[in-house]
Structure formats: structure tokens, C-alpha cells
């Protein structure tokens, strides 16, 4: 039992790594049985890590020919803008109340960190991918302020989502200075204990993310 658990948490852990480096590409079916070849195990395990991967939305499973990434869906969207919105805004708020702190004082230094290297990005390689990295962790660094084991699962479990919205948003030329200033408003309200303000700039951010994958989905179900 042991082995098949350790095995099954193998198979888990190694498909989201491929889906967070973009190992599997969006639109391609892959197969269970080349999988099982390629970490050198059985069927079993990795059926229960797919069956699990497909219960937190990362993949869709087609029995008999195999599964691939999620389709992002409007529906997709508003859940997670819903989920973000309910937990960074709580999260943002605490954080502005005790900005004194020295524990918020820190997190304020790691996020201004995040903000120097997301400009250094844009004005150098301006690269999507390492932009995304940073960009999902100023918005994690806020969320775990709150220490709330709960909000982490909640969290990570979106990742994936959070992540694709995220990149597909930069297919806008200029999407990505646009998230540096939103993030500067948020650090500074949250630097200066803005409580008046702090809601209103993280629930901007967050809707203008919102609009335009929105309307990139949009555009591309009218394409196709």
C-alpha cells in the first residue's frame, strides 16, 4: 500500500510539473499507457493521479483515448476571478490593517522585490513565462500573509488556472506594463495602510485580468 501510494504521488507530482513547465501543450491528447512507460510503473497509479488532476480542473479525461490540458472556459474565468476576488481581497485588507508590523514590513520588502524584477523583465527580455512566475508570486506572497491553511489549498489548487489566464492576458501588446503599475498600486496602498483604497485597487487589477481573457476567449471561440 505504501508503494502504490508513493507511486501514485509520483505520478501526481511529475504530471504537474509538466503542466507548470509547459511539458504538455494545450489541444494534444496524450496517453496513460506512454506515461506509465515513461516513469516505469504501472497503469494504476497514474490513472488515480489523472482522476485526481482531472477533479482539481487541470486536465479532462477521454476514456479510451486519453486526456489533455483544460479548455479554459468563460465559466473557468468567473470562478476563479470570484475565488481570487474573495481571498486577496481579505488578504490585502489584513495586511493593510497591521502594515506597521514587522512581519508586513517583510512581506512589503518581498514584494517590492518581485515589482524591481518584474520591471527589469519588461524593459529587458520582456519574456511571458518568467514574467508569470514573478507575477504569481507577488499575488501568493499576499495570499500567504494570512496563514490560513485553508486559502493556501484553495490557492494552490488554482494555480493552473491562475497561470493560464495570466499568460494568455499578454497576447495584449500591452498587458504587461499594465500589470506592473496595477501591482504598484496595490504595494503602495498596502505600504502606506491605505484601507480606504486597498479593496477597490486589488479588485481593479483583478477585473481588468478578468475583461481581457474574457475577451480573448471570445475572440477565439469566433475564430474557430
Known amino acids: 500500500m505504501k508503494t502504490f501510494k508513493r507511486f ?3 505520478s501526481y507530482d511529475y504530471l504537474k510539473k509538466q503542466i507548470f513547465t509547459g511539458e504538455l501543450q ?3 491528447y496524450y496517453s496513460e499507457s506512454k506515461l506509465a512507460a515513461e516513469l516505469g510503473i ?3 497509479p497514474i490513472r488515480d493521479a489523472l482522476q485526481r488532476l482531472g ?8 476514456p479510451s483515448i486519453g486526456f489533455k490540458l483544460h479548455t479554459m472556459t468563460p465559466e473557468d474565468l468567473i470562478d476563479t476571478y470570484q475565488l481570487r476576488s474573495a481571498i486577496e481581497v481579505y488578504c490585502t485588507h489584513l495586511i493593510a490593517s497591521e502594515y506597521k508590523t514587522p512581519r ?8 517590492n522585490a518581485q515589482l524591481e524584477k518584474q520591471m527589469h523583465i519588461f524593459h529587458t527580455t520582456a519574456d511571458t513565462a518568467t514574467f508569470t512566475d514573478s507575477d504569481q508570486l507577488f499575488h501568493t506572497l499576499i495570499v500567504g500573509y494570512a496563514n490560513n491553511k485553508t486559502f493556501n489549498s484553495i490557492y494552490d489548487n488554482n494555480l493552473y488556472r491562475i497561470r493560464s489566464f495570466i499568460i494568455n492576458s499578454f497576447k495584449i501588446e500591452t498587458r504587461m506594463e499594465e500589470a506592473i503599475n496595477e501591482h504598484k498600486e496595490i504595494y503602495n496602498a498596502l505600504s502606506i495602510g491605505d484601507l480606504k483604497n486597498i479593496s477597490t ?8 485580468l478578468k ?6 476567449i471570445s475572440d477565439e471561440n469566433v475564430t474557430n
Open 211 to 216: 475583461e481581457i481573457s474574457l475577451k480573448i
Open 26 to 28: 494545450e489541444n494534444v
Open 104 to 111: 508586513a514590513q517583510a512581506l512589503l520588502a518581498d514584494l
Open 201 to 208: 485597487v486589488t479588485l481593479e487589477h483583478l477585473n481588468r
Open 55 to 62: 477533479q482539481e480542473g487541470f486536465i479532462d479525461i477521454y
Open 42 to 44: 504501472s497503469r494504476t
Open 8 to 10: 501514485q504521488e509520483q
